[in-house]
């Protein structure tokens, strides 16, 4: 799955955080479904490819309902391998992250465990560097801001190797000359060791 997509899901989820399913029936995908369509704006820019539901093997995922449903808005769907999570990899690995992040509070209410979701998508998306995505967040690869903070961090980097190069040379040549007296003592230390 492409990072963008993962972006798409986890960021279209920002906009869905206010509904808790308890079930996960086909309804309750295409619910979901086309909240991640509106909050996403896909339907409404041409795109060269339309999105496609990857999915595993539950019951929801199997039924003619939201197979027609997908049908009827030209998205084509994938199933995963059965007993074979890494095909979904990326969105487990979100699931994991998520989980170890949320699940480390108490929730009385279902409103402050969805404001929790919310919270946690938003810092996933906007804020957490990737190391997958070369250390940048999926925000900036999904607008397409990666490519300038690579080239400014890489301009970064050459300075400052360029003016710690400057100063090693400078500090080489400025070396204190010590006097006699402690010259001979050094001398005779590094003698010993």
Known sequence: MDERLLFLIAGAAVGIAGTLFTT????????????AVDVSGVSQVAVRHRPRLL????????SEELREYL????????HGAPYHPMTQGKIERFHRSMKNEVCLQHYYLPGELEQEIGRFIEYYNNE?????LENVTPADVYFGR????????????????KHRKI?????????????HSQSILKTSLNQKS
């Open 146 to 161: 990666h490519k300038e903070i690579l080239t400014r961090r890489e301009e970064l980097k050459r300075r400052t190797l």
């Open 128 to 132: 957490r560097y990737h190391e997958s």
């Open 71 to 78: 049908r009827d808005r030209g998205m084509q769907q994938t």
């Open 24 to 35: 996960m029936s086909a309804g309750d995908v295409k619910e979901l479904l086309d909240q």
């Open 167 to 179: 100063q090693n040379l400078k500090s080489q040549h400025h070396q204190p000359q010590l006097p």
């Open 55 to 62: 999915s595993d093997n539950g019951s929801c995922y199997l």
